[in-house]
């Protein structure tokens, strides 16, 4: 199914980990800059780098946009995402978080709400589809509202509510033949193709997949070793002679020196096997629908990390929000002001919302980062 007119429109979380009120991100909150057009696609905003101190959220809003995964599929996640003593905020006196997701694919219009107690643990839920309420269910009272289940082609489905202890839309999903026009197929598809990862030395993701694989074996098996060399050079300049050897049944990644073979694994830097890691997922990115990369450049020299971005924006198709504590990265040479967000008190708001002066291409958006422009 092609993906390339669809998008995560809006997303806001209540009450989850960091965010005790409510954060917001509109992706079609986005001005009429005529450079850059990579960043955003058909009005939406495509491509956006989410700077923050340490502590206030980044990664909480990876989680946040993600819990969706293990809400409606059966794809992995780490186990990060199943902490029920994190789930809520700590200082709420509320008893359940609150995510709402907004879609849009083409012509269609997709809100997908609910409420949980706990990570696996629902209490409502509603769909809309171009603002008519497919259903609504409250879990604890076991009553809702399904007089509209004909317009995702489920009015024949015996919904058993007693006996539900999934969300609605997964069992829709799994109980009902579904044409690949239909909304329902083209949400399942979206979410089921959203990937979070950390650029770290131990492959923590969620979504896209349910095996997780050790690298070095996939790359000797999948005969890239060559291409993950060139990868190496192309992005960091690292001339490295990459070979391979079997033990037992293990495939082992070494470094070739004119004297000695050193294991991969025992000499490369934190950033070489970021590095690895991030060689592998883009292997995968064509398929990818939304991609949430973690503190993407926290073992990276500044210039490899702007390598990453002009790489990644390659991937038209692909939604990106990547998170960094990396100021040289604001540049309107990359992306530009509305695609760059700053996270600080619990809200997610661009340069441009953060100024009361007009930004322009021209402009220093570093300098003026630095010097706490958009501190505001």
């Known amino acids: 199914m092609s993906r390339g007119g669809d998008m995560l429109t809006k997303f806001s979380v209540t009450n989850y980990r960091n965010f005790k009120e409510t954060l917001t991100i509109d992706f079609e909150d986005k001005h009429d800059y005529k450079f850059n057009s990579v960043a955003t696609k058909n009005g939406i905003i495509s491509k956006s780098l989410v700077f923050g101190k340490n502590g206030c959220g980044k990664s909480s809003l990876g989680f946040a946009l993600f819990d969706i995964i293990i809400t409606i599929t059966d794809l992995y996640a780490t186990k990060e995402l199943y902490n029920s003593n994190n789930f809520l905020n700590a200082d709420s006196n509320s008893k359940y978080a609150e995510f709402n997701y907004e879609f849009k694919f083409k012509d269609d219009i997709i809100q997908y709400n609910y409420k949980k107690e706990e990570p696996k643990v629902l209490i409502y839920e509603e769909l809309i589809v171009n603002n008519k309420k497919i259903y609504d269910f409250n879990f604890k009272t076991r009553k809702g509202n399904f007089k509209n289940l004909e317009i995702i082609g489920a009015e024949t489905l ?219």
């Not at 470094?255 to 000695?260: A, D, M, P, R």
């Not at 619990?346 to 007009?358: A, Q, S």
């Open 158 to 376: 015996n919904l058993d509510v007693n006996n539900i202890n999934i969300a609605i839309l997964k069992f829709i999903a799994n109980n009902t033949i579904q044409k690949e026009s239909s909304t329902i197929k083209k949400l399942l598809d979206f979410v089921s193709h959203m990937l979070w990862f950390r650029c770290l030395e131990s492959n923590s993701f969620i979504g896209l997949t349910s095996e997780n694989v050790e690298l070095n074996d996939w790359i000797v098996k999948n005969n890239l070793v060559n291409e993950f060399e060139s990868f190496l050079h192309d992005m960091a300049g690292l001339n490295i002679k990459i070979g391979k050897v079997q033990i037992g049944k293990s495939n082992i990644l070494l470094e070739n020196h004119k004297n000695k073979q050193l294991f991969f694994n025992e000499i490369a830097s934190s950033g070489t096997k970021s590095l690895q890691l991030l060689f592998f997922w883009s292997k995968k990115f064509e398929e990818v629908s939304f991609l949430f990369i973690d503190e993407f450049d926290a073992f990276y020299h500044f210039e490899l990390a702007r390598n990453i971005i002009e790489f990644i924006l390659q991937y038209e198709n692909m939604q990106v929000m990547l998170t960094s504590h990396n100021t040289y990265l604001a540049s309107n040479e990359l992306l530009r002001p509305d695609c760059y967000f700053i996270l600080k008190d619990g809200e997610l708001k661009t340069f441009v919302d953060r100024t009361d002066r007009e930004l322009r291409e021209g402009h220093n958006i570093e300098k003026m980062l630095r010097e706490g422009e958009f501190d505001g």
